[in-house]
């Protein structure tokens, strides 16, 4: 089983920064993309940033130059440096992970519980 475990999240005013952490643990074999989506009150889900196994990056146009994807695979743990916050980017944050796990033949899509994010004075 593998299990990925959000923190970080919080209200923040407008202007201001959080920065999301992402665990993953269990019996991974291995952790190739990981990325951050997040879910506005009443819209879909949608992708805000990715990071592949070889650390290149994608970012919705909405948070590029604001927010940064980053991870750590020693500790296979994805960050997300979330600077100059809007309303807007108010959502449920959910981590997600792309894993060969030892318990299954294929890679699978894993995500976590997700962790609100709300901006607002």
């Known amino acids: 089983q593998v299990q990925l475990v959000e923190s970080g999240g919080g209200l923040v005013q407008p202007g201001g920064s959080l920065r999301l952490s992402c665990v993953a643990s269990g019996r991974i074999f291995s952790i190739y993309a990981m990325g951050w989506y997040r879910q506005p009150p009443g819209k879909q889900r949608e992708l805000v940033a990715s990071i592949g196994s070889g650390s290149s990056t994608n970012y919705a146009d909405s948070v590029k130059g604001r927010f940064t994807i980053s991870r750590d695979n020693a500790k296979n743990t994805v960050y997300l440096q979330m600077n100059s916050l809007k309303p807007e980017d108010t959502a449920v944050y959910y981590c997600?992970?792309?894993?060969?796990?030892?318990?299954?033949?294929?890679?699978?899509?894993?995500w976590g519980q997700g962790t609100q994010v709300t901006v607002s004075s």
């Open positions: 997600n992970a792309d894993v060969l796990s030892l318990d299954r033949p294929r890679r699978n899509d894993y």
